[in-house]
Structure formats: C-alpha cells, structure tokens
C-alpha cells in the first residue's frame, strides 16, 4: 500500500496532473497518426525500407537538434518553449492531413512531414523532461518518469488499435486529423501553468555556448557518458521490432491495419506493466541489472517474432519487448536527471535523447536494409544478437546505480569587492589559487585536486594547471583560464553541494595561516592600448 501511495505520489501536484492528463490525449494522437504514416507508406512504397525509414524520420530530428533544443530549455522560459513546439506540430499536422485527403501524398513528401513532426518533438522534449523537476519535488521525480512512461504507454496500448481502426475505416488522413485535434488540450494547459520564475541575475547564454557548455559537462561526468552508450546500444537494437513491426503484421501475420494495431497495443500494455514493475525492481535490484534484463528481454522479443507465425504468439512477444522497452528508457532518463544540476539538466537530457534517438534512427535504417536484402525474420535475428552484445557491454560499463548526490547550488560563493571596472564581456580571465600544503598531506591534496581539475573544467574551466614552488616546495598554486568575467561568475554559481565535499577537503589540508589566497586577474596585451581599464569608483560588478 505504501508503494502504490508513493508511485501515485506525483499526482498530488496540480499541474503535474493537468499536465499529465493532457499529454495523454497528445500521446493517443501522437500514437494515432504513426499508424497512419506507417500504414499508408506500406501502401504507396513497395520497399521495406522505406516503410523503415517512417520510424527514421520520425526519430533522426530528435537526434539533430536536441542540445540546441537543450540549450534553449536551459536559458529561456520552458513553458514557452513547449507551447510554441506543440504550435508547430499542430501546423505541420494540419497540413499532411489536408495532403493525405487530397491524394496527393508520395512517399518522400510522407517522410518529408514525419520529420518535421520530428522536429517539434526534438524541440519539445528537452523542456519537457526538464519540467517535471519543476512540477514536482526531487524526491518525487523517478515516480515522476515512471508515470510519464505509463502515460504514453497507456496510450500505446490503445491507440494503435484505434489508429488501425480509423486508418481502416476513414483512412490515413482521418488519422492525421486526430492527431491536429490531440494538441490542443496540452496548449491549454500550458497556457495556464504559471511556473516560479527562477531568479537569475545573469543573462541567458548564447546558443553556441550554452551548447558547448552542455557537451563539456557531459563529457566531464563519465557516470552520464555510460549512460549514453547504453542508450544508444539500446536504440539501434530494440527499435528493430516498432520498425519492421507493419512489415510483420502484413507480411508474416498476414495481417492488416488493424492487426497492426492490435500488435502495437500488446507492445503498449506490455510497456505499462514494464513502467510499474520498474520501480519494484529498483528497489533490490541494481540498476545494471536492470539494465541487462531489458537487453535480453528484447533480444527473446525480437527472436519470437521472428519465428512466429500466430498472431497471439507475437503478441506475447512484442508485449515482453514493450515491458524491456521501458524498462532501459526510464531507468536511463532516471539516472541522467538525478546525476545532473538544474542549469543543465536540459542539455544533459537532450544529448541522452540524442544518443538513444539516435540509435533508433540508425537503427531503423540498418534493420530496413536488412529486412530488405535478406527478410524480415533474418533482420529480427540479427538484432537479437546485437541486443546480447548490448548487454555484456555492462561487464565493462556498468551503469552507476542511483545517485544520491544533492546536486542544489552551493551558493558560497559571494563578487569580490574590485578596483576595476571590470564589465561583463571583460577579459579573458586568470585565477590563481595560492595552497600551502605539509609534505605529508601531498597524497591526498594531488588526489583532492585531480577531482577538482575535473568539476572546474566540466563547470566551464579552461587551461586547468597545478603548479608547485620549486624554492618553497609547500607552496602550491592552482590556475585556471575563463572567456569573460560573467562566464567566471557562472562557473561559481554552477557549484553544487555536492561538490562542496572536494572544496572542503582541500581547504582543510591547507596549513597557512590564512585561508588559500585567490587571485582574480584580467589579461591585458603589452601595449598602450590594452591598459584601458579603469579604476572603478563603486561596487557595481554588472
């Protein structure tokens, strides 16, 4: 009973509930119009791969453009950003809908119009996955996923049969128009929400830095960097059966729309029961456990699919690939949201929807050749074996189990008071850090240190040096390189409380008698005209 009160936990919030119900209706639309575009390829293109690369299209934007979308969820007002996403995908949805009942639909043009529906998703996401931390409170945000993950596998579990439904009854463009309608709950509800303004005295960063500042930080967190993998592996392997899924509904089924359909709902129910056993096996089960069970699963999946011939036999299978699908998925978003701070959280989620969306294209494309050039039993096969090696890739990268880290600001660190007038974009930046530390207390200092080069870079630190006095071997300095005085105020508000245990590690194996002196020096060229920095006559650093 207590389980079940704590999975419902997020429910409590009202907008996280209004949002959610919402976004129910815009996954059954969402749900309903991939029927339609799956199955109306299968009729206008005679290749597999083709009718592959519906899933592709679909899937590739979300891999292109989700740091930018990342970078714009971190700097800029997220509601807004959803509400102009789902705009988008409203016009677009609009519009094959209107070309799919004129008849005048090709197969490009289909694949034209599911990629730029791709692009409202990749745009979308971010924000979205970032959201929920907004919505709800920390300790609630895996509950949080896990319902997310019901929500659009409750609709996954039905849409499809309605999608087949309406694509066999109304036909193609029927389906699209549901879909246009699906939008506009989650606008209305978005338009509502009024989220606390987080305070900021900094202005938003530039898209191209905001992006390398996402990359960096990931590339400086090896824990997210294996989750990355992980999700990529996961996404070319297991896309193979929503891929090919039409193609064996048709063709070894002997199947239509609707037993499509039918097919795609048992991957839905088997999703849901995947979302709530989650959480029962997290809590005595590691999460590269987990992780290697979904691997497996899937690979059992796509080899009874393959084999099978009966419909009840493949939907056995496809709802055990269902239940794997979200299994790996949730566990994944989970760990990347729990191991990252908020001012980057949107980033550190689009590059992990980059890489597992990623997969899925490439994945999508792979398989349909495949399928094409062999069959389609022989690409399921295939990728069955792939999901193995997916799975003894956790012998050497396990994935971090679940991080309990508080990953809040610091907010230690307060502006010096400065005799220049030093602007935003002044610059570049020196910082020098003065250390006496006992010969005896060096071990632990170089280890101490070796742990800050890593959160000073990944926070935004360049040229990161540890340098020792050759005449008063005590005496040690750290120095570090930024671009502007604004970008050395960021770096310091980026420390987490998390990273105050390095800082307080350090400071205590410094034995001078005052506290490590810190040198804030502004670089100059050796000319008269690079001396223009005037002495400041207040305390206003902005």
């Given at each position: 009973?207590?389980?079940?009160?704590?999975?419902l936990?997020?429910?409590?919030?009202?907008?996280?509930?209004?949002?959610?119900?919402a976004?129910?209706?815009?996954?059954?639309?969402?749900l309903?119009?991939?029927?339609?575009?799956?199955?109306?390829?299968?009729?206008?293109?005679?290749?597999?791969?083709?009718?592959a690369?519906?899933q592709?299209?679909?899937?590739?934007?979300?891999?292109i453009?989700?740091?930018?979308?990342?970078a714009?969820a971190?700097?800029?007002d997220r509601r807004?950003?959803?509400?102009?996403?789902?705009?988008?995908?409203?016009?677009?949805?609009?519009?094959?809908?209107?070309?799919a009942?004129l008849?005048?639909?090709?197969?490009?043009?289909?694949l034209?119009?599911?990629?730029?529906?791709g692009?409202g998703t990749a745009?979308?996401?971010?924000?979205w996955?970032?959201s929920?931390?907004?919505?709800?409170?920390?300790?609630a945000?895996?509950?949080?996923?896990?319902?997310?993950?019901?929500?659009f596998?409750?609709?996954?579990?039905v849409?499809?049969?309605i999608?087949?439904?309406?694509?066999?009854?109304?036909?193609?463009?029927?389906a699209?128009?549901?879909?246009?309608?699906?939008?506009?709950?989650?606008?209305f509800?978005?338009?509502?929400?009024?989220?606390d303004?987080?305070p900021?005295?900094?202005?938003?960063?530039?898209?191209w830095t905001g992006?390398?500042a996402?990359?960096?930080?990931?590339?400086?967190?090896?824990?997210?960097e294996?989750?990355?993998?992980?999700?990529?592996?996961?996404g070319?392997?297991?896309?193979?059966?929503?891929?090919?899924?039409?193609?064996?509904?048709?063709?070894?089924?002997?199947?239509?729309?609707l037993?499509?359909?039918?097919?795609?709902?048992?991957?839905?129910?088997?999703?849901?029961?995947?979302?709530?056993?989650?959480?029962?096996?997290?809590?005595?089960?590691?999460?590269?456990?987990?992780?290697?069970?979904?691997?497996?699963?899937?690979?059992?999946?796509?080899?009874?699919?393959?084999?099978?011939?009966?419909?009840?036999?493949?939907?056995?299978?496809?709802?055990?690939?269902?239940?794997?699908?979200?299994?790996?998925?949730a566990?994944?978003?989970?760990t990347?949201?729990?191991?990252?701070?908020?001012w980057?959280?949107?980033?550190?989620?689009?590059l992990?929807?980059?890489?597992?969306?990623?997969?899925?294209?490439?994945?999508?494309?792979?398989?349909?050749?495949?399928?094409?050039e062999y069959?389609?039993?022989?690409?399921?096969l295939?990728?069955?074996?792939?999901?193995?090696?997916?799975?003894?890739?956790?012998?050497?990268?396990a994935?971090?189990?679940?991080?309990?880290?508080?990953?809040?600001?610091?907010?230690?660190?307060k502006?010096?008071?400065?005799?220049?007038?030093?602007?935003?974009?002044?610059?570049?930046?020196?910082?020098?850090?003065?250390?006496?530390?006992?010969?005896?207390?060096v071990?632990?200092?170089?280890?101490?240190?070796?742990?800050?080069?890593?959160?000073?870079?990944?926070?935004?630190?360049?040229?990161?040096?540890?340098?020792?006095?050759?005449?008063?071997?005590?005496?040690?300095?750290e120095?570090?390189?930024?671009?502007?005085?604004?970008?050395?105020?960021?770096?310091?508000q980026?420390?987490?409380?998390?990273?105050?245990?390095v800082?307080?590690?350090?400071?205590?194996l410094?034995?001078?008698?005052?506290?490590?002196?810190?040198?804030?020096?502004?670089?100059?060229?050796a000319?008269?005209r690079?001396?223009?920095?005037?002495?400041k006559?207040?305390?206003?650093?902005?």
């Amino acid at each position: 009973m207590t389980e079940r009160t704590s999975s419902l936990a997020p429910f409590a919030h009202p907008v996280f509930r209004d949002v959610w119900v919402a976004s129910l209706a815009s996954n059954l639309g969402a749900l309903i119009q991939a029927v339609g575009a799956a199955w109306l390829m299968t009729s206008i293109a005679a290749s597999a791969d083709l009718v592959a690369l519906v899933q592709a299209s679909t899937t590739l934007p979300v891999m292109i453009f989700s740091l930018a979308s990342g970078a714009l969820a971190d700097s800029f007002d997220r509601r807004r950003v959803m509400i102009v996403a789902q705009l988008f995908m409203l016009t677009i949805s609009i519009a094959l809908a209107l070309f799919a009942w004129l008849g005048t639909m090709s197969p490009w043009l289909l694949l034209g119009f599911t990629f730029l529906i791709g692009c409202g998703t990749a745009l979308n996401n971010p924000s979205w996955q970032a959201s929920v931390g907004d919505m709800v409170p920390r300790s609630a945000l895996p509950a949080a996923v896990a319902l997310n993950s019901v929500n659009f596998n409750l609709t996954r579990s039905v849409g499809p049969a309605i999608g087949g439904l309406i694509v066999a009854t109304a036909g193609a463009a029927a389906a699209f128009a549901v879909n246009a309608v699906s939008y506009l709950p989650l606008i209305f509800v978005l338009s509502r929400w009024k989220p606390d303004a987080q305070p900021n005295s900094l202005p938003p960063e530039r898209m191209w830095t905001g992006m390398t500042a996402g990359l960096r930080y990931v590339a400086m967190s090896p824990h997210i960097e294996k989750v990355l993998l992980r999700g990529f592996l996961f996404g070319f392997t297991a896309v193979v059966v929503l891929a090919l899924l039409p193609l064996v509904a048709r063709d070894i089924l002997d199947g239509g729309a609707l037993l499509y359909g039918l097919m795609l709902g048992c991957y839905g129910i088997g999703a849901v029961g995947g979302a709530f056993l989650g959480g029962r096996l997290r809590e005595f089960l590691s999460n590269e456990t987990i992780a290697r069970m979904a691997f497996i699963g899937f690979a059992v999946s796509a080899s009874l699919t393959a084999w099978s011939g009966q419909a009840w036999l493949t939907g056995l299978a496809v709802g055990l690939g269902g239940a794997c699908w979200v299994l790996a998925l949730a566990l994944f978003n989970v760990t990347v949201q729990l191991s990252t701070p908020r001012w980057v959280l949107g980033r550190a989620l689009a590059l992990y929807q980059t890489a597992t969306f990623g997969g899925m294209a490439l994945g999508s494309w792979v398989w349909g050749l495949v399928a094409e050039e062999y069959s389609i039993s022989a690409s399921l096969l295939a990728a069955a074996v792939f999901m193995v090696a997916g799975a003894a890739v956790g012998l050497r990268l396990a994935l971090p189990d679940r991080s309990s880290l508080d990953l809040d600001p610091l907010n230690r660190w307060k502006a010096p008071p400065l005799a220049l007038d030093l602007q935003s974009r002044s610059g570049p930046m020196v910082i020098l850090i003065e250390y006496v530390i006992r010969e005896t207390d060096v071990p632990a200092f170089l280890d101490a240190m070796a742990e800050r080069r890593r959160i000073r870079r990944r926070d935004g630190a360049r040229q990161w040096e540890l340098m020792r006095d050759t005449e008063k071997p005590e005496q040690w300095i750290e120095s570090f390189h930024v671009p502007t005085w604004l970008d050395y105020v960021r770096h310091n508000q980026r420390t987490t409380k998390a990273d105050a245990s390095v800082s307080d590690t350090i400071r205590a194996l410094h034995s001078g008698a005052e506290p490590p002196r810190v040198h804030r020096m502004v670089v100059r060229p050796a000319t008269r005209r690079g001396v223009g920095t005037e002495l400041k006559s207040h305390d206003d650093l902005h």
